[in-house]
């Protein structure tokens, strides 16, 4: 972890034991949950984090036996019947995410889209509020069209978490996702290259895990996680997806975006028209 900032009250705690008790152990169980998610990221031997919407999927998972969760703001969107791309609010997000921590005693991540326009001081604050230990934040501006950040400027964005996150002595698990190639911007024949070198900023700036999102073929695949300096997020479907093809192809972490909520639907949906 990087050196804690001296004047935030709760950092302070862990080193000088300034605050009480109860405020230090919050701070010490935090940083060892985020320090367990940052461990479990090995390439080649990918830890999937099921993307979970509520604390009844969180516990299915948990139970199941995975070693952490990512909260997706799809499902959740979905779930609180509001459009996904930021049509919920960051106080949305913040009243859900509770009761998922709340539920399970595994690491938490969180996805924030692209920061629902608020600082990167108060989304980490919010989501240290809410036990989480984790965040995903993507390069499309949902409240400016759509539009991509640009590299450096999605780069600054991650730098700024993680200043923030050092001067709350937690080191929160900071995955910068890009959408290039999920959107097929550009140019087919440098577009990998271009995802590559945007990542490869939000890795400089304090990234911990790098996630150019989409369903690629193993060759791209297998390159991304070759020229990318930093452990590789891959999406999957649960119905479908292999972890150990994805594996063989170098990736470290796996999470399934909006794709199991929607298997769950389709299941549903069969065992509803029984009924019909």
């Known amino acids: 972890m990087r050196a804690i900032a001296a004047n935030n009250p709760l950092a302070e705690a862990v080193v000088w034991g300034m605050t009480s008790t109860a405020d230090t152990a919050s701070v010490r169980s935090l940083h060892d949950k985020a320090v367990t998610l940052l461990r479990l990221h090995v390439p080649g031997d990918p830890v999937i984090l099921p993307t979970v919407w509520d604390a009844w999927s969180a516990q299915l998972a948990a139970d199941a036996g995975f070693a952490g969760l990512t909260v997706g703001s799809h499902p959740v969107a979905d779930s609180i019947g509001k459009p ?30 692209s920061g629902y326009g608020q600082e990167p001081r108060r989304l980490i604050e919010g989501l240290l509020s809410v036990g989480a230990v984790g965040l995903n934040v993507e390069d499309t501006v949902h409240s400016e069209g759509g539009r991509l950040r640009e590299p450096q400027e999605h780069a600054d964005f991650v730098g700024a978490l993680r200043a923030a996150a050092d001067e709350a002595g937690v080191h929160v698990v900071v995955n910068a996702r890009t959408d290039l190639l999920l959107k097929k911007i550009g140019d087919e024949t440098d577009r990998v290259e271009r995802a590559v070198s945007r990542l490869s900023l939000a890795a400089a700036a304090g990234a911990d895990v790098l996630y150019p999102v989409g369903f690629h073929d193993a060759s791209t695949t297998r ?54």
């Open 84 to 113: 996904d791309n930021e049509g919920m609010t960051f106080a949305d997000l913040l009243a859900r995410v509770p009761q998922i921590t709340g539920a399970v005693d595994i690491p938490v991540s969180v996805d924030i889209e």
């Open 223 to 276: 390159r991304l996680t070759a020229e990318l300096p930093l452990p590789v997020n891959a999406i999957a479907t649960p119905a479908e997806g292999d972890r150990a093809e994805l594996a063989d192809l170098g990736v470290a972490r796996v999470s399934f975006g909006p794709t199991l909520q929607a298997n769950l639907a389709q299941r549903a949906t069969e065992l509803f028209g029984r009924w019909r």
